[in-house]
């Protein structure tokens, strides 16, 4: 399973960014897909999960209301378009699979892409 992660860049506070992670070796239909983001000096941290054959989407408390999970299965791509940005969501971006835990209390699932830096200058 291979996931490839891009989109990351520089913006300023209240812009908007869109990441995509293309999907590839593995079928994931019945499991779920997330984004992680880990800040410089934090740990990893949960920021949004989507069931890959749809109908299920978790958001973390930071990031509800401001950032949408979507994804196109034709393309085996997830998006996640990340709106009114501010400093604090500056972090690399990384695509997981499978989502482990719950929609409740996600954890990371095995599979990793390589990271996109986001960064939000105020």
């Known amino acids: 399973v291979q996931l490839q992660a891009s989109g990351g860049g520089l913006v300023q506070a209240g812009g908007s960014l869109r990441l995509s992670c293309v999907v590839s070796?593995?079928?994931?239909?019945?499991?779920?897909l997330a984004w992680f983001r880990q800040a410089p000096g934090k740990g990893r941290e949960f920021v949004s999960a989507?069931?890959?054959?749809?109908?299920?989407?978790a958001y973390a408390d930071s990031v509800k209301g401001r950032f949408a999970i979507s994804r196109d299965n034709a393309k085996n791509t997830m998006y996640l378009q990340m709106d009114s940005l501010n400093p604090e969501d500056t972090a690399v971006y990384y695509c997981?699979?499978?989502?482990?835990?719950?929609?409740?209390?996600?954890?990371?699932?095995?599979?990793w892409g390589q990271g996109t830096l986001v960064t939000v200058s105020s």
């Open positions: 070796g593995g079928t994931f239909s019945d499991y779920a």
């Open positions: 989507l069931r890959w054959g749809g109908g299920r989407y």
């Open positions: 997981n699979a499978p989502l482990g835990g719950s929609y409740m209390y996600p954890s990371p699932g095995p599979y």
